[in-house]
């Protein structure tokens, strides 16, 4: 096993993708589709320009391995902003040091509010979110937010900036199971030509994030690459590579992918490639049958239609009545109107539950026990 | 024909078993249930969420059937053990079917943490099943520590790719004193059907039921299958013969000489 997926970046990073792609033929598509034992070059050649031609049957043993390994079953969660304070200047993101925007913490009575809000629709699985601020919103702060939430969700996850190992298992012990990390771009060059400067600029210490969170024994992770930085195949490449790295070091733990294409937001970024719809659906069910017991998150960047459209190709997890601002479900705070990035698909949970069940599939809420819940873990006697 | 399968102390007549995740409402599960007459069901507890305001999934497991909670999600022992007692906690009553499972690729269970929870469970007077990969000298470690049955896997959970571990479970079959349930793997009734046949005890489906396009339909055909593999078991059919009688007698000499 290789030291760390830095190693495994590293032994491909100077692959020509061009010269692969250039060998790459429809026979060798084909046969990979029908294999189940899928090469990083198997993989490659699905995402090449020659599988964007075989996109159909792409999506067809997409949507068998989903049936196969899943079922009928979408689960649901939705993100929860704490803070929006940041000390990255990351090029690309809303909460970036240099803009100019409200900034706000929620306090822990605000958490209160704000999580019982959101539980009361319904949500059993939460994210919870900060800027990238160890000093607005200090580990400290976090596992006091998790102590607040772990009686009211079956399920926690966070999405902050990166931990060690030992505050990863801070906390887990607080009760937190799921960790959300983006590498957001795989390109080492463009990564730090985005990241300008902050703690986040650490290239290897954000990309072994994902280890040291399951080392601590973190039952889920979830990573991706921010679509729309670098070379679209390249890096949806890395985050296969990277999701089958981790699947293979901690066969024990749940491991997803997101795709998340960069959308608008206050600076004006504008992206280096632009992702179309038929690049988000090759990237997704070249996932799909690259890794078929991974979990793949389609988030509210993407438009209702498209969402509906996605979901029989590989999707697991959705997230619904979403707000990417720090308070936004209950407005709570003066940082209301700052968000993160804008979202396409502002539909309610109820609505999305709808829909799901509309098109024969079964909305899960609760996937997990989180074993902090409520007064019945009490009455068990835990030894 | 008074065929009634016993475990924890309950009297079983139909030996079709059903799970209840995958599919794409949970309403469905009562029609299944109701079509196949099926009395065991097993649901995952990380799934079951009692609080909540809506459908709930036991809401859809009629009166009278047998409730089996699984420990669907646990890694090791200690987290089978906390979702068991949590289940017993929340009246989800006594049976419980242990699912320990660290491989999330290919969703291989723990033979070994399996056993040490089936020893923990026993003792605190539940009615443990384990869920097993098909290994008969750990099955024995499990009847002695007092499991109700042993569930070897057919092939993985949700490949339907059948029972391909046929010839380990024939000697499970042969040497356990308790019931063996196939449970996994099982895509088509005939392998239920295959399963019943050599003698098991009964047959676990979920993900043939749960993909296929008809759901209530299919579960009432993998019902009749497990009754006629059950039903060819007992007649006692001259099982199929591996390989032709030989041509030329290796015995004719003792008549010459007589």
């Known amino acids: 096993m290789k030291k760390s997926f830095y190693n495994v970046y590293r032994e491909y990073r100077d692959l020509d993708f061009g010269v692969v792609y250039d060998n790459i033929d429809k026979v060798q598509i084909i046969r990979t589709l029908r294999s189940d034992r899928i090469s990083s ?131 887990i012990d607080e009760g937190v199971d799921g960790l959300t990390v983006y590498q957001e771009v795989y390109d080492e060059k463009i990564y730090d030509k985005v990241h ?132 936004g479900h209950t407005k709570c705070t003066a940082a209301v109107d700052s968000e993160q990035f804008e979202i396409l698909d502002k539909r309610e949970l109820d609505e999305i539950r709808k829909m799901l069940s509309d098109k024969g599939y079964q909305p899960v809420l609760k996937d997990w026990v989180n074993f902090w819940d409520n007064a019945r873990a009490a009455t068990t006697t835990i030894a | 024909m008074d065929d009634i399968l016993k475990i924890g102390g309950r009297e079983i007549r139909n030996r079709f078993f059903v799970g209840t995740g995958k599919f794409a409402r949970k309403g469905i599960i009562r029609d299944v249930l109701e079509a196949s007459g099926a009395e065991v069901v097993t649901v995952a507890l990380r799934r079951v969420d009692l609080d909540s305001k809506d459908e709930n999934v036991l809401d859809y497991v009629p009166e009278g059937r047998i409730l089996m909670t699984n420990t669907s ?33 290919y969703l291989m269970p723990d033979n070994i943490e399996t056993l040490k929870a089936v020893e923990i469970l026993v003792k605190e007077g539940f009615t443990v099943l384990p869920y097993m990969t098909p290994d008969l000298v750990c099955a024995l470690r499990m009847a002695a520590a007092g499991a109700a049955a042993v569930m070897p896997l057919g092939s993985a959970i949700g490949s339907n790719r059948g029972f391909r571990t046929e010839e380990i479970v024939r000697i499970m079959v042969k ?84």
């Open chain 1, 41 to 171: 070059r198997g993989f490659l050649a699905l995402l090449s320009p020659e599988g964007e031609k075989l996109i159909e049957s792409l999506a067809h043993r997409a949507h068998e391995l989903t049936m196969r390994n899943f079922g009928k079953v979408i689960h649901l969660y939705t993100p929860m902003y704490l803070s929006n304070y940041c000390d990255n200047e990351c090029a690309y993101c809303g909460f970036k040091l240099d803009n100019k925007i409200e900034r706000s913490t929620l306090t822990l009575e605000e958490v209160r509010r704000e999580s019982d809000f959101i539980a009361g629709k319904g949500f059993e699985n939460i994210l919870i979110l900060t800027g990238g601020s160890k000093e607005a919103a200090p580990l400290d702060y976090i596992k006091k937010c998790v102590r607040v939430l772990r009686g009211k969700f079956s399920s926690i996850s966070v999405e902050i900036y990166e931990l060690t190992k030992d505050e990863y298992k801070q906390l």
């Open chain 1, 196 to 327: 300008i400067s902050g703690p986040k600029k650490d290239y290897v210490f954000r990309m072994e994030a994902p280890e040291r969170a399951l080392s601590a024994g973190m039952r889920t992770v979830n990573i991706g690459t921010l679509l729309g930085l670098g070379d679209w195949r390249k890096e949806a490449f890395f985050a296969g590579l990277h999701a089958k790295y981790l699947q293979d070091k901690f066969p024990e733990a749940e491991i997803s992918v997101s795709v998340p294409r960069i959308r608008p937001q206050v600076s004006g970024f504008k992206p280096f490639c632009h992702v179309t719809d038929r690049g988000l659906v090759q990237i997704i069910t070249a996932l799909r049958v690259f890794l078929p017991r991974a979990g793949i998150t389609l988030s509210t960047r993407e438009g209702a239609f498209l969402r509906d459209h996605l979901l029989p190709l590989g999707i697991t997890r959705m997230s619904a009545g979403s707000s990417t601002k720090v308070g």
């Open chain 2, 73 to 105: 999600g646990a890694r090791n022992a200690e987290e089978a053990v906390r979702l068991a007692r949590l289940s017993r906690a929340m009246g989800c009553g006594n049976w419980i079917k242990i699912e320990v499972i660290p491989d999330n690729k």
């Open chain 2, 175 to 258: 040497e356990l004193d308790l019931p063996v349930i196939v449970d996994a793997g099982i895509g088509q009734p005939s392998e239920a059907a295959r399963c019943m046949e050599i003698g098991c005890d009964a047959v676990l489906v979920n993900t043939a039921l749960a993909t296929a396009e008809d759901p209530v339909m299919i579960a009432g055909a993998f019902d009749l299958a497990v009754k006629a593999g059950r039903m060819a078991y007992l007649s006692g059919v001259e099982p199929a013969i591996e390989g032709a009688e030989a041509s030329s007698p290796l015995t004719g000499f003792l008549r010459d000489q007589e």
